[in-house]
């Protein structure tokens, strides 16, 4: 049986990396170059991502307020006499966004992962330094689309007048998020791929786990429970302010900056005059800017609640960090993103454990992208996948919610740079198979699908890099159709499948000839 915070997951033949044996990015093995550095005793020089404006890459609307063509790349040995990885561990508060590159929500999953120390460590491998062994190469960590990668870098730095042009650390000999967001945009195509996104993204990218996502004016009335449980497991979580249209939309944010990714760093019960009152507490990436608003630092409710809980919560400092009161949170806020290891905190029993089943797929124009179910002559060809679902044991089927299957849709980036690929709208149905039908080889035809609702779906396509549903399905057969929504439209995809109990995922084939 897994331990509590692990999910258990069942490789097929595709996937059977992890965090501690990933692939090679771009073929370049850490161990080779790092020993091959240390021999010939010179320091790292990344030909992949060379230091000139290509890794830079182009902004659409770059600052006027910065010459591009200042930038000089530096090592933080030539920025400073002590250059440290990390000081005094890793922190939420270490670092601040750079003023040129609009990646709050790269940034904004940065501050949620330096909760999770078992989760950096998979991130950001330990044992490395600017002191032993030191030959100006680095490496990090990412799940992108299904797979680990083991991402090297050299530690050659865009700078103008000796300082950081994108990310900059508040202890200035202190590297860490600078280095990782340069393995990131690696990853990524250049540091201009990184210019805007959604923190789900990071946030899977860090974990590889389950991800979940509530728009919060259809959020459950549970949430904040949801929310609670999350924080004390191994969990990430962040959110996305409202979009605004007018000015005095924007003044009713008291300091929350509106399409803004935040971290979400704790939840809390506090008893304000004896009546209990949900908090949430946020920070900003930019680390300043606060929510004004009750509850926030100079906020007079403080004064209602205990000298004791005053002492754990509150404090008064310019640093991005503030709290606010589930009901603001769930006004002012779009959406909240948590992504985890592995759901099994949902329901409150140590029995009771989640796995998973992964698959990675194909749309191919004219033979297995088919389109939405309205393209009723096609839809049939979209790939499908069978999933049983088996009766719950007791520990499970008394657990505190009744979803007992949650499905991801990744549609699978095949471009280098981030922002030159178009995602599709993409969704997934989830039809039940017939009892009399359930013996059937091969797929399933479009007499299947005539007339015949779907016990499940995802509530639009949409255009995201994922899409996923948490719902709950009796026990039985049913068919997992994942698609794009026109016929034609050729993309890689990973389908992902976490249920209660064991979880059986199988594609259906063709039938034989």
């Known amino acids: 049986m897994p331990p509590p915070d692990e999910c258990h997951h069942n490789p097929n033949e595709d996937d059977e990396n992890s965090p501690t044996s990933p692939l090679n990015f771009l073929d370049q093995n850490y161990q080779e170059l790092h020993q091959t550095c240390l021999t010939e005793k010179t320091l790292y020089n990344d030909e992949l991502f060379p230091p000139d404006n290509s890794s830079i890459g182009l902004f659409d609307d770059p600052s006027p307020e910065v010459d591009m063509s200042q930038v000089v790349w530096k090592r933080p040995s030539e920025l400073m006499s002590d250059p440290n990885l990390i000081v005094d561990d890793v922190s939420r508060f270490d670092y601040a966004q750079g003023s040129v590159l609009g990646n709050c929500w790269f940034l904004a999953a940065i501050g949620a992962l330096t909760f999770e120390k078992d989760i950096i460590k998979q991130v950001m491998p330990a044992e490395q330094s600017f002191t032993k062994d030191y030959a100006g190469i680095f490496h990090f960590r990412f799940w992108r689309f299904g797979k680990w990668i083991d991402v090297v870098i050299d530690d050659q730095l865009p ?66 429970k949801i929310m609670e449980c999350a924080f004390k497991s191994k969990t990430l979580m962040g959110c996305g302010s409202n979009t605004v249209t007018t000015p005095e939309e924007n003044e009713l944010l008291h300091g929350i900056v509106a399409e803004h990714a935040y971290t979400v760093t704790g939840v809390f019960e506090v008893m304000s005059d004896e009546n209990p009152v949900q908090l949430v507490r946020l920070l900003n990436p930019w680390g300043e800017e606060e929510w004004r608003g009750d509850w926030s630092d100079g906020s007079p409710l403080w004064d209602t609640v205990c000298e004791e809980v005053r002492t754990i919560c509150h404090e008064v400092l310019n640093n991005g960090e503030f709290w606010m009161s589930m009901e603001d949170f769930t006004k002012i806020f779009e959406n909240i993103d948590i992504c985890c290891l592995c759901p099994d905190f949902l329901d409150g029993s140590a029995e009771c454990h989640w796995t998973s089943k992964r698959h990675f797929g194909r749309w191919n124009a004219g033979i297995t992208a088919g389109g939405d179910i309205i393209k009723t002559e096609t839809f049939w060809t979209n790939p499908q996948f069978r999933v049983k679902i088996d009766e719950l044991n ?19 980036h095949e471009k280098r740079n981030r922002n030159s690929q178009e995602n599709f709208n993409i969704g997934f149905y989830v039809f039940e198979i017939p009892l009399e039908m359930r013996s059937q080889s091969g797929r399933f035809s479009s007499e299947f699908f005539i007339d015949r609702e779907p016990v499940a779906q995802t509530d639009e396509l949409i255009w995201f890099r994922e899409v996923m549903k948490f719902f709950r399905l009796e026990p039985g057969e049913y068919m997992i159709v994942p698609c794009t929504e026109n016929p034609g439209e050729i993309a890689s995809f990973v389908l992902s499948v976490f249920s209660k109990n064991e979880t059986h995922l199988e594609p259906i084939q063709e039938t034989p000839e």
Not at 191 to 208: K, N, P, Q, R, V
Not at 209 to 219: I, P
Not at 394 to 412: D, F, K, T
């Open 159 to 224: 700078t103008i007048d000796d300082e950081l042009l994108f990310v900059c650390s508040k202890t200035s000999n202190e590297f860490w998020p600078a280095l990782l967001e340069k393995a990131y945009a690696k990853v990524c195509g250049s540091y201009a791929d990184l210019h805007a996104g959604f923190i789900s993204e990071a946030l899977m990218d860090f974990t590889g786990g389950t991800h979940m996502y509530y728009t919060l004016n259809m959020a459950p009335a549970d949430l904040w």
């Open 394 to 412: 007791e520990e499970c089927a008394s657990g505190q919610r009744p979803e007992n299957i949650l499905v991801s849709l990744i549609q699978n």
